[in-house]
């Protein structure tokens, strides 16, 4: 990930949840404004590219849809690994879905580390608005409260709270990477004032040792 003059940023942000949770709708929502609800199961993974502009900075995210299926979740890792943040969907109508999300963040802090900004999604809600679904998000709330990531109730259908759960892990991430560079900041300074102190020291120890010596004979 890479930054200029503090404005720019580059993040790689991964799509993680079970077949037919709905992740290729929300990243095509998300990208392009489009749903189709007939779209076809991802195979492997897919990539798209999204440039949001807020607070005078630019975000370029680079965004890695996986498959849900169980035969491509080995493949995993080799997709979120170097990810900055991931978005991980599951469908309020299945509680399984959800199950799978504990998985994922386990191999997730264990992969990538704790600095890793997690968004955990309840895709679907339109089935609520459609009186099909009974719906209680306390439980998956508190969850995603214990492991430190922040939770979206979305419908790519209806593309409510697509752009929110993006934009709050694009501050998330940016936060992260600032913190960063201000830290490694202050310790190049303290390694360059180390430095010349060193150097400091070892010039006041060679003019010492170079200094002229007065010996005294014959009682002179």
Same mark, same amino acid.
């Given at each position: 990930?890479?930054?200029?003059?503090?404005? !720019?940023? %580059?993040?790689? /942000?991964?799509?993680?949840?079970?077949?037919?949770?709905? &992740?290729?709708?929300? @990243?095509?929502?998300?990208?392009?404004?489009?749903?189709?609800?007939?779209?076809?199961?991802?195979?492997?993974?897919?990539?798209?590219?999204?440039?949001?502009?807020?607070?005078?900075?630019?975000?370029?995210?680079?965004?890695?849809?996986?498959?849900?299926?169980?035969?491509?979740?080995?493949?995993?890792?080799?997709?979120?690994?170097?990810?900055?943040?991931?978005?991980?969907?599951?469908?309020?109508?299945?509680?399984?879905?959800?199950?799978?999300?504990?998985?994922?963040?386990?191999?997730?802090?264990?992969?990538?580390? !704790?600095? %890793?900004?997690? /968004?955990?999604?309840?895709?679907?809600?339109?089935?609520? &608005?459609?009186?099909? @679904?009974?719906?209680?998000?306390?439980?998956?709330?508190?969850?995603?409260?214990?492991?430190?990531?922040?939770?979206?109730?979305?419908?790519?259908?209806?593309?409510?709270?697509?752009?929110?759960?993006?934009?709050?892990?694009?501050?998330?991430?940016?936060?992260?990477?600032?913190?960063?560079?201000?830290?490694?900041?202050?310790?190049?300074?303290?390694?360059?004032?180390?430095?010349?102190?060193?150097?400091?020291?070892?010039?006041?120890?060679?003019?010492?040792?170079?200094?002229?010596?007065?010996?005294?004979?014959?009682?002179?």
């Amino acid at each position: 990930m890479s930054t200029e003059a503090s404005s !720019n940023y %580059i993040f790689k /942000v991964v799509l993680l949840g079970e077949g037919k949770v709905g &992740k290729s709708s929300i @990243l095509l929502r998300f990208v392009h404004d489009q749903f189709n609800k007939n779209h076809l199961s991802t195979v492997q993974a897919s990539f798209m590219n999204k440039k949001i502009n807020f607070d005078n900075k630019r975000v370029n995210l680079n965004i890695w849809d996986t498959a849900g299926q169980e035969i491509f979740h080995a493949l995993g890792p080799i997709y979120y690994r170097n990810s900055h943040g991931a978005i991980l969907v599951y469908d309020i109508s299945s509680e399984d879905s959800f199950d799978k999300i504990k998985v994922w963040i386990k191999e997730l802090k264990k992969i990538v580390g !704790n600095d %890793i900004v997690c /968004v955990i999604v309840g895709n679907k809600t339109d089935l609520i &608005k459609d009186q099909k @679904l009974s719906y209680d998000p306390e439980p998956h709330l508190s969850y995603a409260k214990s492991v430190g990531a922040m939770h979206f109730l979305t419908s790519a259908k209806l593309n409510e709270n697509i752009d929110e759960a993006f934009l709050e892990i694009s501050k998330s991430m940016m936060k992260i990477h600032d913190e960063k560079q201000l830290a490694n900041a202050s310790l190049n300074r303290t390694g360059s004032m180390r430095r010349q102190l060193r150097v400091e020291e070892s010039t006041e120890a060679e003019e010492m040792t170079e200094a002229p010596t007065t010996s005294r004979c014959c009682g002179r």
